[in-house]
């Protein structure tokens, strides 16, 4: 036991224990004598379990006294206050001063880094972290099926699966249905186009909404079906009815019928990306579940515990269900291979941003890395500086663990001033990203930097600090003193080494730069493909829309006076100086608001219970192909003749008659139509594809219907009231003719309102928004990355000149020629973009997939892109060893010589 | 919360360097008598470790509050013998009053029975 204790006095400072340590001993024998006495060996047990740990504790302290040299001068009451982080960040502080340029560079390489990453994340926090303003948003799902057998990823819900599922799940808490539109408001004041969304009782419970003043309209109760009764948004009781306490009960006059409000919302509701100012009730009785028509957005509360898998199978089970209404029959839902599909409601809002935010991140996450790998670099070179300093440290005492921790708290604190630097950087990054932005980017205005942004931004400032700050510290883990001292500083011994770690660093830098560079690559491929595809339409930067909704007021008593208002308009329209052409539609493309139906055709007659396919439809007025610059290909146009007349004719596109007869000419005079109960419809002409959906989607079939039309879709009369104007203008800036537009509007018709107007153009970038962003984005990452990935490598290879200079000298001297001597410089710097090729590919091959989505007309492996980028990378990396391999070439040999 | 100024030394005593102190002013004592003294007198409220305590002893030692006496050679030659210096008492006596006044603080308050 004697022995133990000789050990444990060991752990105390030398000084202390010859003061000391006979005592210490003599105290502890004699104490423990008296413990066994009076409270046998248990208590000696516990006696040494406490002093044992006491010594260890005691000598510690001692120890890290001794260590700071305070000891006498003053007496330290309370060693363990001793603030250590404060005293190292002052020497950090100063050691970083003495050398500002190396701390400049360094806290801007990381700022670059940091900034670039904290920017985006506080898009990424916005947009996709932040719940929606509901109660337990992560129970909100919303509810819709896929249907491969159509041709539909996803489709909405039906009255027949709204009714089935509402009586039938054993899954949700609540479930309903909404689908938010555009209303015309008069009476009030002028009238006003505001949004309305129609909603269900279950829908309403499942967002847990509850009135300010009134009450909210029920659709499962008797009492309120088949009364007009709404419930009006906190912002448009302020702006409309001066937030008046007895609005309730008051009437509005929307789409020229009377509605009763029943009660006022609490502030700031908004559902996904609809601020409606009207909620009206969504009521759908068991009459309409013949519907095939999949208008309803399906919205639900998850119980508690029940997760979005087992939501589907009991929706999956529901499906066959459904039959039990007359909209389709069992093996048809077969058929359709109709299955659940069911959301967060989240990811409805926030869609495919999703992905292409978190590839982002990440990517701006690599830039930070490489930024990190050139800080380490940076630090090694100086570490190497240093280590003739660390060398006589370690010898005089300075404990490894003191010296790495004063490392350490160097980085850190550049690691902070660069998040400092880097945190302004993000605000302007920011402010540029929201102007850059896609203006469809959901939730734009949750967009800034909070809390838990700060949060971030200073999490991963330490980080790499800590990070790069390792470098140094792992290096100084295995350092052989004795050389570093005895051979003057140029540290020929461990070198080799360091050199190997400092290439390493390199070869990553260029890999990851390589990723960056692939991945921009190829979204610039996918961009000009995307730019290269025929759209169907020509010339959309001179075609302006604007959406006009007749007032139901208008038109009331008899429908079919929408036809001549609309003549009227498009002849107004077209009498605007520079307007070559006008018509209107009901859906322009890219806006995906195109209908659909399913299509009969005469001459294919379907056999037993088989059902038609669902096609696209528009109707259409005046001279919407010709303005439009889709081709007639075979017949002709549909005529206002054809639209007074109420004939039953129309226009489908080219992939629909050559699906049917083979080509265009052969599908005149032939019928199709919607509904069984409907009259044939007979073909008059045959018009180009047009990529209604997207750039990136096939175009879709079309069918072109007048305006106003009998029969039609199992209704007796269906006349478009709501249609996009679209004219065609010979004007450089047609948008500058907006005043004119608005004066030919208003001259007929007063009460018209008018939002929206924009160019074709517009809309066709609009719909390319993400790609492009994306794309600036990545390209600004990769071009960070590839500058950061050559400093490093230039930095790696003149490093490599200047302990080799000696023996380049000697070589040169011995009859190596200038050419020589580069040339064996450049063969590092080839070395390391080899490697970091090489790594990179690889990187690419996994990193690009995430890219899938985006892409258009490449692989995620486009060989072009890969060996383009890859060829780019070999060029900048030689370049950047070109230039130490020139000053390799000028050692003059002879004073190489006469040093050595 | 600064200390009073009425002592030089502007940092915080230990308990167990005040208890210390007390220890050392009824005479000298070597550092099992300390040990043992505290133990008895807080009645056992104090566990008192080895290391720490000899910490202590140097600390006052060296803020030289106490004074290290000759070693008695007869009985056991390596124990050395402490004492208080006229600093030390008069620290200890400063240290007392402060508790003196947070007792009857607590008194005051009803926090520690007034009888006691």
Known sequence: MLQLLRQMLRLFPTSFRNRYGDELADLLIQKTRDVRVRHGWFGVIRMWAFQAHDLVRSATLERRIERRGIGRSRIAFRPTALPLIPVSLGIAARSLRRQPVFAVVASLTLALGIGATTAIFSVVNGVLLKPLAFDRPEQLVS???????????????????????QEENRTFDSFGVWNATQATVTGLAEPELVDVLWISEGALMALGVRPQIGRLFRTSTSEDIDRNLTVISHCYWQRQFGADENVIGQTITLNG????????????????????????????????????????????????????????RDVERMIPLTASYPWATESELVEWQLG???????????????????????????????????????????????????AIRTALGGARSRIAFQLLTESVLLGLLGGAIGLGIAYLGLELLLHLGPSDLPRLDNIGIDGFVLLFTLGSSILVGVLFGLFPVTQLGKPALVSALGDGGRGSGTSAHRQRVRKTIAVAEVALALVLLIGSGL?????????????????????????????????????????????????RLSEIPWVESVGATSAIPMERRTNTNAVYVEDFPLLGNQRPRPRSYKAIAGDYFQTMGIPLLAGRTITWEDVYGRLPVGVVSENFAREYWGNPGAALGRRVRHDT?????????????????????????????????????GLSLWVRRSMVYVLRSAHPNP???????????????????????????????????????????????????????????????????????????????????????????????????????????????????????????????????LLAAAAAIAFVSLLAAYMPARRAAAVDPVRVLRTE | MGRRPSTDETSTLTPLMFQILLALSQGERHGYAIMQEIEDRTEGAFTIGAGTLYRALKQLVDAELIAEGKAKPKVHSQRRYYRLTAAGRRRAAAEARVFNGMVTWAKDSSILDASN
């Open chain 1, 143 to 165: 509810v819709a099926h896929t249907a491969p057998g159509l041709g539909y990823r996803r489709i909405a819900q039906t009255a027949a699966t709204y009714l089935t599922y």
């Open chain 1, 257 to 312: 019928s009377t509605w009763e409000i029943v009660g006022v919302l609490h502030p700031g509701f908004r559902l996904l990306q609809h601020e409606p100012s009207l909620l009206l009730p969504n009521w759908l009785p068991v009459e309409a579940a013949g519907s095939r028509s999949f208008d309803y957005h399906g919205l639900a509360r998850l119980r508690d515990g029940v997760d979005i898998e087992e939501a589907s």
């Open chain 1, 340 to 390: 659940p599909n069911i959301t967060p409601l989240k990811s409805e809002l926030v869609g495919d941003v999703g992905s292409v935010l978190w590839v982002l991140f990440g990517t701006f996450s690599v830039v930070l890395l490489v930024a990190c790998a050139n800080v380490a670099n940076l630090f090694l070179v100086r570490a190497e500086a240093r280590q003739r300093e660390l």
């Open chain 1, 523 to 571: 979204l610039v491929r996918s961009f000009q493909s995307l730019r290269s595809v025929e759209p169907g339409f020509s010339q959309p930067e001179q075609v302006l829309t604007l959406r006009l909704t007749i007032p139901l007021v208008d038109v009331i008593r008899d429908r079919i006076r929408a036809v001549p208002i609309t003549e009227q308009l498009t002849q």
């Open chain 1, 677 to 713: 109960s409907d009259v044939w419809r007979e073909i008059v002409g045959v018009v180009g594809d047009i990529r209604d959906v997207g750039l990136a989607e096939a175009s879709p079939t079309i069918m072109y219907w007048p305006m106003a039309v009998e029969d039609f879709a």
């Open chain 1, 735 to 865: 948008k500058t003719l907006l005043s004119d537009v608005r004066e030919a509007i208003w001259s007929g018709n007063p009460n018209l309102p008018l939002a929206n107007v924009q160019t074709l153009e517009d809309v066709m970038s609009r719909s390319m928004a993400r790609t492009s962003f994306t794309l600036i984005l990545l390209a600004l990452a990769a071009g960070i990355a590839v500058a950061l990935g050559s400093v490093g490598v230039y930095g790696v290879i003149s490093y490599v000149v200047s302990l080799r200079s000696n023996e380049i000298g000697v070589r040169l001297a011995l009859g190596a020629t200038k050419g020589d001597a580069s040339r064996l410089v450049l063969r590092q710097g080839a070395v390391i973009a080899f490697f970091g090729i090489l790594v990179g590919l690889c990187g690419a091959v996994g990193g690009t997939r995430f890219l899938s989505t985006l892409l258009y007309g490449v692989t995620p492996l486009d060989p072009t892109t």
